[in-house]
């Protein structure tokens, strides 16, 4: 069974900072692809950041240059910091891993999301 379980929301001031983590078991971590996805109240999921098994990074232009997206593959476990956060920044966060699980093949997974709330 893949778990992914995220850590580390809250409630900060604008400008402050976060760090966000999501602990994964049951996936080949180590060469599955990582993301992190946002969603706000009445809008659709949207891509954060994410990050390939090779290390490649990518990210939404409205978070480049604040948020940053990395992984430890010794930990199982895939981090976004986030820095100079913004009231728009504002959503529930989810982990999301694709990658091949033991005598299943290739999944698409997610975590149960955590709250980021970002006040002004």
């Known amino acids: 069974q893949v778990q992914l379980v995220e850590s580390g929301g809250g409630l900060v001031q604008a400008g402050g900072s976060l760090r966000l983590s999501c602990a994964a078991s049951g996936i080949i971590f180590s060469i599955s692809g990582l993301g992190w996805y946002r969603q706000a109240p009445g809008k659709q999921r949207e891509l954060v950041a994410r990050?390939?098994?090779?290390?490649?990074?990518n990210y939404a232009d409205s978070v480049k240059g604040r948020f940053t997206i990395s992984r430890d593959n010794a930990k199982n476990t895939v981090y976004l910091q986030m820095n100079s956060l913004k009231p728009e920044d504002t959503a529930f966060y989810y982990c999301?891993?694709?990658?091949?699980?033991?005598?299943?093949?290739?999944?698409?997974?997610w975590g149960q999301g955590t709250q980021v709330t970002v006040s002004s």
């Open positions: 990050i390939t098994s090779g290390g490649s990074t």
């Open positions: 999301n891993a694709v990658g091949p699980v033991p005598n299943r093949g290739l999944g698409d997974y």
